[in-house]
């Protein structure tokens, strides 16, 4: 690594490879690359069958749940009427302990599905770096690949863990749908009535949250490139006596990545007193 590499004027400069590619190779969606990570699920069709059966079963006893509340209420105040109010209690016992050992299950299969996925989308990324272009890597920083490879590789876990937990929320969400409607309609519509609320707030929300998100992501790029390449040419840095101005220039990039990431904390906090209000 030169002098000119870490940024050349003597007063200033810029931590990096001089016209180096930016977030902007990122940032592109493409339906393909969507397709080809869930290639990676192909392997593991038997997990995630059960993974799916341990959340129907879960949406089931969680339904049930407001449903044996009702029984146990109509059978401690209606005299001879409904079910017998031990067994209803013991029928509610028994349904939270289901619900409690099928959250448990969901999750840790999840989980597991997850790190198994991961483990060859990492295994893939490592076999795929070996191959890239000699202008790719004279064109990023190092710092901006590690934070790919570690911080979004970390991001696709959790997507893939609550994919499956949000294919269960929508399950549930149309299962306490049914049960309001069917236990009263009436009551059931005016609960349902903070549903146009809820999308209007979401859609005014969206953009601005992702446009937040995208920033975060960037500054926390940019600090893990400065990093990288601080450290990988420090020789180069303690000879050209640019410990001052490497680390004012790092210090300034660290205050973005702050200030960024409180926004998206901000962004992200909002919506859920918004929907509790709601």
Request: without cysteine.
């Amino acid at each position: 690594m030169s002098f000119a590499d870490l940024g050349g004027r003597a007063g200033g400069g810029v931590l990096g490879n001089q016209g180096e590619r930016g977030e902007d190779i990122f940032q592109a969606f493409d339906p393909r690359i969507v397709r080809r990570f869930l290639a990676f699920l192909k392997p593991y069709p038997k997990e995630l069958r059960r993974v799916f059966f341990a959340v129907a079963i879960f949406v089931v006893t969680n339904v049930s749940i407001p449903i044996f509340i009702r029984y146990a209420a109509d059978s401690a105040t209606a005299a001879g009427e409904g079910f017998p109010f031990d067994l209803v209690v013991l029928g509610f016992l028994l349904l939270i302990a289901a619900n409690a050992v099928t959250s448990f299950i969901q999750e840790w299969m999840a989980a597991t599905l997850a790190q198994r996925v991961i483990f060859d989308l990492r295994r893939a990324m490592f076999i795929h770096l070996q191959n890239v272009s000699a202008s790719f890597v004279e064109q990023t920083q190092v710092g901006r690949i590690m934070s790919r490879i570690q911080g979004d590789v970390n991001s696709l876990q959790e997507f893939v863990e609550t994919s499956i937990q949000a294919i269960g929320d929508f399950f549930l969400l149309i299962g306490i749908i049914i049960v309001l409607l069917w236990m009263d309609w009436m009551l059931g519509l005016l609960t349902l009535a903070i549903l146009p609320a809820m999308i209007i707030i979401r859609a005014i929300w969206l953009p601005h949250a992702k446009a937040t998100f995208r920033k975060a992501r960037d500054a926390s790029s940019t600090v893990n490139a400065a990093l990288a390449e601080n450290i990988n040419g420090v020789r180069t840095v303690q000879q050209s006596r640019r410990e001052i101005v490497n680390f004012k220039d790092y210090e300034d990039k660290a205050n973005k990545n702050f200030l960024a990431q409180v926004r998206a904390a901000w962004s992200a906090q909002i919506m859920v007193p918004t929907v509790d209000i709601l």
